[in-house]
């Protein structure tokens, strides 16, 4: 075992999903054509000024809520001064002294045990421009300049890089599934920094600290962590001093490696924006924000397995994605009030369909899914089978067409003649033709080789091109073998 | 009578014989843009002389049409050049700002237009209205119309001279410590620095965000009230923009002062010169016998006020001007290097003071410093608002000269900032509280002109521009510093 | 009235934070009016600020905007026009590094 502890802090920037930037009234949108989402405000043209964005704040109240982190009544913007081509006005609009919230905990779980790992503090923020390369030069695309963010900024209590990864996964799910954030890495709405360092294990002090940047995936998280609390480690048992610096992952090498270094110490010259008199949350505000928040995942996971009879196994898999999670309540729900079943019977049912069938159809981009048939369809098509009009095979058939012509369940049923024979007359009919023209199998069956039951419900399905009910068949097929 | 004598007859005597008919909104722009072209005091750095006269036109067809009228409809007004105007060049008298064309039109730019004035042309300044004299402009300085040897004022210096030369009948200034009040009190002007918050930036190029205010110049109360009406208002662009009912200033002019309590700060007077503090007792007898009393009052940290202000509007000003770095707009320059010495080489292109101020507010917002100086300042900046309060339960407004002097030599100071500063000691107070503040002619001090200045509670223009008014009736309109429609001829190409 | 304490390369370190290039003339020029200024500004440390709330804003809440998009009002051309020098629709400045500055 090693002789060292590994401390980690990680800083989280998330883009809110406004309508428009923190600032300004330009679309806050992903992958438009270079500088087509800009105006005064968010390109700092001389004059323009900063009007500050309620959604915004709602849903940094949001993220508070869930965080169980505390909201300042009085919260002030500050602007953090540097020089760099993504940076319109020369200064970033932040928070400093006063952020909006402060305390909180992300829950998470670890080898299945839950746990919490504290927070500093969430402050709004807005976010820099695009620095593009291009043939020897750098051109700036301010699109992305000025869309809202919060820092989440956690305490330095993590001490791998697993429970980095696991601290992460938990956060992305809390604030995807309340709406903050789409949770996309690739696209850099969900952006993590490292702070690593290494003390003796025992040891209360800290050690010098580095800052791991531009991570932008769970796995290089965590191996990035890994990798760099090894390094730190050889490092100092080879006599040598950790440098505080910002390094990097570099996957082909398998590595962390310093990024160019500072000509001289940051001094950011934080001070309250004059532009922005305080961000004032009240009590109105606060309530309103409590009252649209939505079910937490966790929460959501353990209701599925109290009330709707779903295995803690199948509640993760179906609450692992907002839209999927809301699509399996509304088809158990559909199929509850259709088929008036208890909410545990109508959920499982719901689930095991949906699991089944319905996510191998389900493409997810972001918070978005697209479904192969909508909730409601997939709820009358289950209601159909649990009424006895047709049975789970042909269900499954039915699904497949429902998902081709995007027709709903009953009308394929009734234009397709995919109804279940109930009549036991008509199945009794057939099942003597069956019994008639396999007088050898009867035979067989009657002396004791009961197991060519099988064949003959095979038979008699093939003849009602599998509309017979399973059960009726069953039940003739054995009274009339009796008899004979 | 022909436009040269419409022109002069102030903003409202304008607006009202365009009302009338008595002259067309184009014949009095071409008047306008003929004494700018021929203006010899460097008051203008650009002259909107097409799309102005087009405008003229439209104001000319309307009322041809029958169509309302707006309040300036025809009216010349000339705006300081740190006011955005779409299409137009706005420098800031600034080399990082040369040749660049706002793409989009200030607050009170659209305010003017919708209320029918005619923009007529861009003004010189100090150099992103940091200065007390206009000599900061990289454009060369402005010369006082009383005295071309002296200094108009600053840092709308431009602004105060074209009206003042009566090439225009009012203007637009900034004030962030005194920018429009002690150029008009050089100028022989009335001129108002709203209560903070009164009239929207948005478009304003910002010096000093938490005092920048724009305020109206004019020959008088009235004329300044009809373009102070039309700037006023809350505007969802500008967050420090206050949603507070206007009034009837115009008609508070004519109000009177019967009742009125004038707080005077006597120990402050000390520190003007024996022919300004002259004027000020004349101007507070004049008040008193028309109906004010004289109440004494204190303001025991307004002499901090140059201190506070000069860390804290150069502060400010360090970080708003960060955004001239090359980039996305004005110049660049590039002599070989990287993107660091890009940044250097282009800002390096500052004027002196501007450069001195960014040091300055550098200074004092940069580790170690922040809590001595930056921090500081701004807690004897509440002092100073504080003092404000207490004189206002005994009084309405304060009186005090608007500048120690009457205006000094030009370049009598521009070797020693410090001088320079200590001079803005009676304006700097009020903008440090955002208080309503104006100045208003008190008379001449040795052919030259004098300002009272005037502090009122916040929002309550109303009562400085009664007292104005007052002051105006108690002591006649002053002489023009210039021939009675100079340049008339030059105009009358465009008069019908 | 004394002049603050202000080293050239105090000057010089400002400076570079202000990214403003200064001439080793200008450098002491400078140098000379700010620390005659400072040195005025230390009359500040004589007022009694115990207690005192700084005045940072002259307005004590900030309105919220609604999360409405609106046209700019500024087209892309002319803000692209102003551009000192544009490549492919952005803003082009001598190539930078990840991590500079």
Known sequence: ?484 | MSAGRWLDAGVVGAADAVAAGAVTAEALVGEALGRLRSDPHNAVLHVDGEAALEAAQQVDAARAAGEALGPLAGVPVALKDNLCQRGTPTTCASRLLEGWVAPYDAHVVERLRAAGAMLVAKTNMDEFAMGSSNETSAFGPVKNPWDPARAPGGSSGGSAAAVAARLVPGALGSDTGGSVRQPAAFCGLFALKPTYGRVSRYGLVAFASSLDQVGPFARSARDGARLFAAIAGRDGRDATSADAPSADWEGACARGVEGLRVGVPRALLEGASAGVRARIDAALEALKDAGATLVDVTLPHAKHGVSVYYLVAPAEASSNLARFDGVRYGLRVEEGGGLDAMYEATRARFGPEVKRRILLGTYALSAGYYDAYYLRAQKVRTLIRRDYDAAFEACDVVATPTAPTVAFPLGERTDDPLTMYLSDVYTLPASLAGLPAISTPAGLSEGLPTGLQLVGRAFDEATLFAAAGALEKAFGPLPSPVPAGPGEHAGEEGAS | MSDAELSPDEVRHVARLARIALEDAEVEAQRAQLARILGHMAELDAVDVEGVEPTFHAVTEAPLRRDEVRPAEASREALLEAAPREVEGGFAVPQVMEGDT
């Open chain 1, 1 to 484: 075992m090693s002789a060292w502890e590994a401390v980690v802090g990680l800083e989280v920037h998330a883009q809110l999903r406004t309508r428009t930037k923190l600032f300004c009234a330009c679309p806050n949108e992903f992958g438009a054509p270079p500088n087509t989402h800009v105006c005064p405000v968010c390109l700092g043209l001389p004059g323009a000024l900063p009007a500050p964005n309620e959604a915004a704040i709602d849903l940094a109240l949001r993220a508070a809520l869930a965080l169980g982190g505390e909201v300042r009544e009085r919260s002030v913007f500050a602007r953090k001064s540097y020089f760099y081509p993504d940076l319109a006005k020369g200064y970033q609009i932040s928070q400093f002294a006063l952020p909006i919230i402060e305390g909180g905990a992300v829950p998470m779980a670890l080898e299945g045990e839950a746990r919490s790992a504290a927070l500093t503090r969430i402050h709004l923020e807005e976010d820099a421009a695009k620095n593009l390369h291009v043939q020897g030069e750098t051109v700036v695309d301010f699109n992305r300049a000025g869309t809202p963010l919060i820092e989440i900024v956690g305490e330095p209590v993590l001490r791998s890089g697993a429970e980095a990864e696991a601290y992460l996964r938990a956060l992305r799910e809390v604030l995807v599934f309340i709406g903050v954030n789409d949770g996309n890495l690739e696209e850099g709405s969900f952006r993590c920094d490292a702070n690593v360092s290494i003390r003796p294990k025992g040891e209360e002090r800290l050690g010098t600290r580095v800052e791991l940047k531009n991570i932008n995936s769970f796995r290089f998280v965590r191996k990035a962590i890994d990798h760099e609390v090894a390094r730190q480690a050889a490092l100092r048992e080879s006599g040598g001093e950790v440098v505080q610096e910002t390094r990097t992952w570099d996957e082909r090498q398998e590595r962390t490696v310093a990024m160019r270094g500072k000509e001289e110490a940051h001094d950011y010259r934080y001070f309250p924006d004059p532009d922005l008199p305080p961000l004032v949350v009240d009590a109105a505000r606060l309530a309103r924000a409590e009252e649209t928040l939505p079910e937490l995942p966790a929460a959501m996971r353990a209701r599925w397995v109290e009330t709707l009879g779903l295995t803690a196994q199948d509640a993760g898999v179906l609450a692992a994605h907002p839209a999927i999670a809301a699509y399996f309540e509304a088809v158990a729900t559909g199929l509850g009030e259709a088929a008036g079943l208890k909410p545990a019977k109508a959920g499982k049912k719901a689930a095991n369909f949906v699991m089944a069938e319905v996510l191998r159809e389900t493409a997810t981009e972001g918070v978005e899914a697209r479904f192969p048939a909508a909730a409601p369809e997939v709820a009358a098509l289950l209601a159909l089978v649990e009424d006895g009009t047709i049975n789970g095979k042909i269900a499954k058939e039915v699904f497949a067409k429902m998902v081709a012509t995007g027709e709903p369940p009953k009308t394929i049923v009734e234009r397709e003649g995919l109804a279940q024979v109930t009549d036991t007359a008509a199945i009794e009919a057939v099942v003597r033709e069956v019994l008639a023209a396999n007088p050898k199998q009867v035979e067989q069956y009657r002396g004791g080789k009961t197991a060519v039951l099988g064949f003959f419900v095979g038979q008699v399905m093939k003849a009602t091109r599998g509309q017979a009910n399973p059960k009726a068949v069953n039940e003739i097929l054995r009274a009339l073998l009796a008899e004979g």
